[in-house]
């Protein structure tokens, strides 16, 4: 089945530029959602078909997908954005929605 | 506004069954395909069961194939998860989430309900 590998961790000071990678074997064919998900929360979509943003997410965030990575970057890092941020694709091969290990954002 | 209302999570013995409802007032549920997505305790999201909107369509993981069925009532505007043969690994709080599209993201979640598989 299709593995998404993302980093376990990622820290960031406030008002810096966070980069979360999601690695995957050719997924710049596939199309890779991002969401979010702050402790005792449920998560949220943050970026949609690689880049897109759903209303109600500040422009911060963005994302992008090449080759066998994808990226998400949340640009100025306030403490609110520390979560942990999930991948996720759906491989054609198994019609499975894969979802990466996920990486927790600690703002320093 | 969207909401899904998960209900049914529970303590459950080993090898038991259980199921799972989810309510989804706010938008035109036949409309959309929905999915169970579970996250055990520590852990990482684990998607489970996709439904298509006239729910003629289903796909599960491997992990739960043969174990689980995922229906939906359009009448009723619910969703469900009829979970059998349950084992420990089974253990996590079960989310009701909508998707855009059969291939698309999941835009909507609920806030989840917990299964624990226990004795």
């Known amino acids: 089945s299709y593995v998404l590998t993302q980093p376990p961790s990622v820290s960031v000071a406030p008002g810096k530029t966070a980069s979360i990678t999601c690695g995957g074997n050719n997924i710049g064919s596939n199309s890779v959602h991002w969401y979010q998900q702050r402790p005792g929360q449920a998560p949220v979509l943050v970026i949609y078909?690689?880049?897109d943003r759903p209303s109600g997410i500040p422009e911060r965030f963005s994302g992008s997908n090449s080759g066998n990575t994808a990226t998400l970057t949340i640009t100025r890092v306030e403490a609110g954005d520390e979560a942990d941020y999930y991948c996720?694709?759906?491989?054609?091969?198994?019609?499975?929605?894969?979802f990466g290990g996920g990486t927790k954002l600690t703002v320093l | 506004e969207v909401q899904l209302l998960e209900s049914g999570g529970n303590l459950v013995q080993p090898g038991g069954s259980l199921t799972l409802s989810c309510a989804a007032p706010g938008f035109t549920f036949s409309s959309y395909v929905m999915n169970w997505v579970r996250q055990a305790p520590g852990q990482g999201l684990e998607w489970v069961s996709t439904i298509t909107g006239s729910g003629l369509s289903t796909y599960y993981a491997d992990a739960v194939k043969g174990r689980f069925t995922i229906s939906r009532d359009n009448s009723k505007n619910t969703l469900y998860l009829q979970m059998s043969s349950l084992g420990a690994e089974d253990t996590a709080v079960y989310y009701c989430v909508r998707a855009t599209g059969t291939t698309g993201a999941f835009d909507s979640w609920g806030q989840g309900t917990l299964v624990t598989v226990s004795s």
């Open positions: 078909y690689d880049s």
């Open positions: 996720q694709v759906w491989d054609s091969n198994s019609d499975h929605r894969v």
